[in-house]
């Protein structure tokens, strides 16, 4: 609260006392101290893991950048159970052959620049995501679009190759303005530090040390946010976030298990545990010739205890992985493929020629069971889990040699194997076709694996392209089944999203979570802050 000071000559502690005492009866201003210019800012402190190179949802993977949905909207959004609604759009009609989609949006959408958000907007997008150019991380999501046309001025049509029910789910991708972005680079454009959005916040500062603040818009169409401002600042370290939220200096991070012990109940902050479509998983590179034989892959994945990683190091926070759609209405779990077997282990292991040697690392041909495994240093639960399965596959008679390396030092196409994470809850197809099909190696982050199976590649293309939810699931189940044959990972567990909290915010409405628990800001305009 800030109070009005007054200069005086004290002349006599007469006058002094006059002068006072006529302050306190006339200065009505010092009666409201509740006046709207002296209330505080309400600001919420997000502490993120890492920094924000740019915003653009064009450019981003969904799942690294809560910012982007803050900022910019786009034809659909999900709910709080992540079913699809109208979001920009108000409504849409299908073709009969499920071709044509037609769009109408709404008409009190504008850019924080007070223009309108038209059609022209919504197609300029979606060509842009599809353009080579761009190679924008999610082009995959709209391979299926054969055209985009603007009808009218608030009307957009999308046509279709093929029957392709994911569409709407993929269409809450934030759209972002042609006025201004027509004729740049958008991959180098100052837009992408500058945004320009129709979200409930826009940018007010990007500051050197990377944080980046956002206020409320009041251009927004929909409810306006309670909260005034929104920062983004990055803390890598997690004891630090969690220091930070005992301090006050933050209202809200992502903590991990092993820091649960240390909150106590009069800390000014709490941890709500979300659940998540988060998986891990260890990452097998095919460009390596030792991943060649799936005896190998099967044996290290009935080689792991996932129930003893879930109650050890997660502390329960989390729960056993036995595929990449375990989240989702599709899920086939494989749990024969994925329990522990060791036993069973072993067997493969000898079947496919491999003996323990004098020092009980397996050999064949004079190669040793052996490769690094890659995780990155700033992540404590994937360094933790690269540990376990070491220690796990240590027995079968194969060498891990662990390498935990910052981030910068990391090429994906060229490790051994990585302790991955990947997973959504939305429409099976996302994070599935993508990873897995053959067609997406080397397209941006995508197939980093350079997996190939023609009959992987059969059904996940049959499962985004058949119009029937029931075909759809008999095509998934197939996929998780020959995915178990053929492991393109071993995946470990399913991360609960653990959020620390300031006990002076609310308004948190909890889903089901997206890759390390993004999402969390989906209902931001409900929030609020004492």
């Known amino acids: 609260m800030q109070f009005k000071k007054t200069k005086a000559v004290l002349i006599s502690t007469f006058v002094s006392s006059m002068l006072l005492l006529a302050g306190c009866v006339g200065d009505k201003s010092a009666e409201k101290p509740t006046d709207k210019s002296h209330q505080a800012t309400k600001q919420l402190v997000y502490g993120i ?21 803050l900022i910019f909207r786009g034809l659909t959004k999900p709910t709080e159970k992540n079913e699809i609604v109208a979001d920009l759009a108000t409504d849409w009609e299908i073709s009969p052959d499920q071709l044509i989609y037609t769009f109408t949006l709404r008409d009190d959408a504008k850019w924080q620049d007070g223009k309108p958000v038209t059609a022209e907007d919504v197609k300029f997008t979606l060509d842009k995501i599809r353009d080579p150019k761009t190679n924008s991380p999610i082009s995959g999501d709209f391979n299926e679009i054969k055209a985009v046309d603007v009808l009218k001025e608030n009307q957009v049509q999308i046509t279709l190759s093929n029957p392709f029910p994911p569409l709407l789910d993929k269409l809450k991708v934030g759209i972002v303005p042609k006025h201004i972005l027509q004729g740049e680079d958008i991959n180098t ?4 530090q500058n945004p320009v959005g129709n979200g409930p916040f826009k940018l007010k500062e990007w500051s050197n040390d990377h944080t980046i603040t956002v206020e409320r818009s009041d251009t927004y169409y929909g409810v306006k946010p309670k909260l005034d ?3 983004f600042k990055p803390i890598p370290d997690a004891n630090t976030r969690a220091l930070q939220l005992k301090t006050g200096e933050i209202d809200l991070a992502l903590m991990e298990p092993n820091q649960l012990a240390s909150v106590k109940e009069n800390d000014n902050f709490t941890v709500k545990t979300i659940s998540t479509a988060d998986y891990r998983a260890v990452m097998y590179n095919f460009r390596n010739p030792l991943f060649k034989d799936a005896r190998i892959r099967q044996a290290m994945n009935l080689g792991i205890d996932r129930d003893a ?10 729960e056993p992985a036995y595929g990449p759609l375990q989240k989702s209405w599709a899920n086939a779990p494989q749990k024969d493929m994925y329990s522990y077997q060791p036993e069973k282990a072993n067997k493969l292991l000898d079947e496919a020629g491999w003996k323990k040697g004098s020092d009980g690392v ?3 041909d004079g190669k040793r069971l052996e490769f690094d495994l890659v995780s990155p240093i700033s992540d404590p639960v994937r360094v933790a889990l690269a540990n376990v399965v070491a220690e796990q596959l240590k027995p079968l008679g194969v060498s891990v040699i662990l390498k935990p390396l910052d981030w910068s030092a990391i090429k994906l196409d060229e490790v051994d194997a990585f302790v991955i994470g990947w997973g959504s809850p939305f429409d099976p197809d996302d994070h599935t076709y993508r990873i897995f099909h053959s067609s997406q190696i080397g397209d941006g982050l995508n197939n980093l694996t350079a997996y190939q199976n023609s009959k992987v590649d059969q059904l996940l293309t049959e499962a985004r392209i058949n119009p029937d939810k029931e075909k759809r699931t008999k095509f998934y189940e197939q996929f998780q089944r020959e995915l178990a044959i053929d492991p393109a990972f071993n995946f ?5 999203a653990l959020y620390g909290v300031n006990k002076k915010v609310s308004g948190i409405t909890t889903r089901t979570l997206g890759h390390h628990g993004s999402g969390v800001l989906w209902n931001i305009e409900e929030w609020d802050k004492q």
Do not use: W
Not at 52 to 69: A, F, R, T
Not at 189 to 192: K, M, V
Not at 309 to 317: D, R, T, W, Y
């Open 189 to 192: 454009t100052d837009f992408n």
């Open 309 to 318: 990683i879930v109650s050890g190091m997660l502390a329960n926070k989390g």
């Open 49 to 69: 893991e890492a920094e924000i190179e740019q915003v653009n949802p064009v450019l981003n993977e969904e799942e690294h950048s809560e910012l982007d949905s």
């Open 362 to 364: 397996r050999v064949k």
């Open 492 to 496: 470990l567990v399913y991360l609960d």
């Open 229 to 231: 401002e929104v920062v």
